[in-house]
């Protein structure tokens, strides 16, 4: 509105200048000037009134809104100021006797109609709030929650499918961590990953849209354990079924009599052995374990406190941490699910890489489902709190005050900043160097110390530059600095880059001539300065190599560039072998030619198209020495090569009478 009054105020300078118009004051002495232009003149007088009066009509409407803003302004502080009273009034209320103690007689409480009144307002505000949020959030919630939904399912998808292909697919499945929760379309598995990581979308949503979410994920975690459960998962998810509907049915309630207080304890009482059950159990759909176990120590602890409160006749405090535990349990139990989906979709994707590669990956299955399942405790037990924060009414308090602690400006000299921005930057470096770090996993790079039979290129390079140009981007961005003292950050950092880190910059330009020119790859076997290995990784930095006795060598890329390298798979991984003989007797030199042939054409990794040479190279009348050639198609079988045919040509010559030194 203010807005809007600006511009007309503005418009109505325009109007009020219009008069200063020289034709609009021409003087009627001028006859001939007014004979021709008496209609147009006319017509403009009436339009130029007629303007003015719109526009102060409107400028006059906007100020009649502005007072009614005003108004209703004031009043929603005012009633803002008392709403907060209460509250506090309440919450100091909770923690007093409320009724008496459940041994007590009950007092008699006549019906109270505000009570009924104010239930009902209550209702209908919630059902607009939930409304209002749906309207003003659901486009980016959903479109959130479908890409995840619609990400997740293809990523298992693709993968599944090419384990579904294979003999053994069964045996294969049957090693990971839950093998049910991956199918040809896992649409269940995928609704538990969004419900499970919906609440993250805004954790200052209402409390009644967060109580709906929760709903919706006990639905699905109630189908998942029905579907895949024991038999005991089963029964006592019933009953955990049936405390949940009966607490949803009592919590309407503002007045509980000792029928309702005895119902309280009941499901807190279920509820505690439900997680004590849980803690015990072996096997099974769930698997508890970690920091989830003290989790549901706490959720009995809760659970035992509400039985406590509710005898000594604190109840709306029982109500609290009853609901407090119930949310909180059946997210733990569906976050516990949750960590076995993606551990198992983690373990179906390197089963993958595996075949890919032909060999066994050592990735840590064990450590990797370890640090998921302790961010996800780590995820539950903040949930937990904030659900039982938002029913002791403190939740907005801490809210905002962190949100202050981290986001209001401060300044030191000329500079401005905030603590969010600041934890924000490190936060995108950590991450990125996390990305950058596990990147290879997605294709098939893991840390395992095999030797490889192919190569990966440099593709996963190429995104780990990536990863860390964006990332340190991102990190910019969202640190709120100035562009003119990132410039001067920068400049300082070149001064110490012709300073003292010409090594440095040298290596790091050297690795990206290396990433795009190529003269080694991921999976090469090379020789750099008399060092012999495996090339693991090529950094930004330094690439790393493995040789054949299982040690790691890390090399600047400056060497590499500016040394002699030896790339034995550069074009082709297959390798000729020498071996010398000394055989005799010399008679015998023409059928040891032909089993030399004959074991080496028998090997599985000769190529057949480069036939074996056979070269004497000493004679005298005793023996004779032979030099043999022969190619294998890989240069990790040379010594096994080497090594397999000379058993066979030992037992062939012996057979033969043919002795060999």
């Known amino acids: 509105l203010l807005d809007y009054d600006q511009q007309i105020s503005l418009t109505q300078g325009d109007i009020n200048r219009m008069k200063d118009i020289p034709v609009m004051n021409m003087d009627s002495s001028n006859q001939l000037f007014v004979d021709l232009y008496k209609t147009e003149l006319a017509s403009l007088e009436t ?144 609704f538990m990953v969004v419900l499970s990581l919906w609440p993250f979308l805004d954790l200052n949503a209402p409390e009644a849209y967060m109580i709906i979410m929760q709903l919706f994920l006990f639905i699905i975690t109630s189908v998942f354990i029905f579907k895949h459960g024991s038999k005991s998962e089963r029964k006592i998810w019933i009953g955990v079924c049936l405390i949940y509907i009966l607490y949803t049915a009592i919590s309407t309630s503002y007045h509980f009599g000792l029928w309702l207080r005895l119902i309280l304890i009941f499901i807190n009482f279920f509820l505690a052995y439900s997680a004590r059950f849980f803690l015990k159990l072996k096997g099974g759909d769930v698997r508890i374990k970690g920091i989830t176990r003290t989790l549901l120590y706490i959720v009995i602890i809760i659970s035992v406190l509400a039985i406590i409160l509710n005898c000594i006749g604190r109840v709306t405090l029982s109500e609290a941490f009853t ?140 995104w780990k530059l990536v990863i860390i140009i964006v990332g340190f981007a991102l990190a910019i961005m969202v640190s709120g600095l100035p562009l003119d003292k990132v410039t001067i950050v920068l400049s300082a950092l070149g001064v110490g880059v012709g300073l003292g880190l010409q090594n440095v910059v040298n290596n790091f330009v050297s690795g990206l001539i290396l990433i795009f020119e190529r003269p080694l790859q991921v999976g090469d076997y090379v020789e750099v300065g008399g060092l012999k290995g495996w090339v693991k990784d090529i950094g930004i930095r330094a690439t790393r190599m493995a040789n054949n006795d299982g040690a790691e060598i890390i090399v600047p890329n400056g060497s590499i560039l500016s040394g002699n390298v030896i790339n034995w798979t550069l074009s082709s991984s297959r390798i000729r072998i020498e ?83």
């Open 579 to 661: 071996i010398n003989l000394k055989i005799s007797p010399l008679s015998a030199l023409s059928l040891a030619k032909e089993i030399i042939n004959e074991e080496i054409l028998n090997y599985e990794h000769t190529i057949d198209s480069m036939p074996p040479e056979i070269h004497q190279m000493n004679l005298n009348s005793a023996t004779t020495e032979l030099k043999v050639w022969f190619w294998v198609d890989h240069i990790n079988r040379k010594e096994t090569a080497k090594s397999t045919i000379l058993n066979a040509l030992f037992v062939r010559f012996d057979q033969s009478g043919i002795s060999m030194e």
């Open 47 to 190: 339009s130029w009134q007629q303007l003015k009066k719109n526009n102060e009509t409107h400028q006059k409407e906007i100020r009649e809104l502005q007072m009614m803003v005003s108004k209703n302004y004031y009043r929603i502080i005012d009633l803002q100021h008392i709403l907060t009273e209460q509250i506090t009034n309440y919450s100091f209320r909770t923690f007093g006797k409320e009724t008496n103690y459940i041994w007590e007689k009950p007092a008699i409480e006549k019906a109270d109609q505000q009570e009924a009144a104010f239930s009902k307002i209550s209702l209908d505000i919630n059902q607009q709030i939930i409304v209002s949020y749906f309207q003003q959030n659901i486009r980016s919630h959903f479109f959130f929650a479908f890409i995840l939904f619609t990400l997740f399912i293809f990523w298992v998808r693709k993968n599944y499918r090419i384990v579904a292909k294979l003999e053994n697919r069964d045996s294969i499945l049957q090693t990971l961590e839950d093998p049910h929760t991956v199918s040809s379309f896992p649409i269940l598995s995928a």
């Open 323 to 462: 609901n407090a535990g119930l949310i909180g349990f059946v997210q733990i139990i569906g976050l516990s699910i949750f960590k076995d989906i993606m551990v198992t979709a983690i373990q179906l994707k390197n089963v993958v890489n595996d075949l890919k590669k032909k060999q066994r990956s050592f990735l840590d299955m064990q450590s990797m489902s370890n640090r998921i399942f302790n961010l996800l405790s780590f995820l539950t037990l903040f949930l937990c709190f904030v659900v039982f924060a938002i029913n002791m009414n403190f939740y907005n308090v801490l809210y905002k005050g962190f949100m202050a602690l981290l986001f209001d400006s401060r300044t030191i000299g000329s500079t401005t900043f905030t603590i969010g921005n600041i934890l924000l930057f490190f936060i995108v470096i950590y991450l990125s160097t996390l990305a950058q770090r596990y990147v290879g996993y997605l294709f098939g790079s893991d840390s395992d110390h095999s030797i490889p039979e192919g190569k990966r290129g440099s593709r996963i390079v190429i």
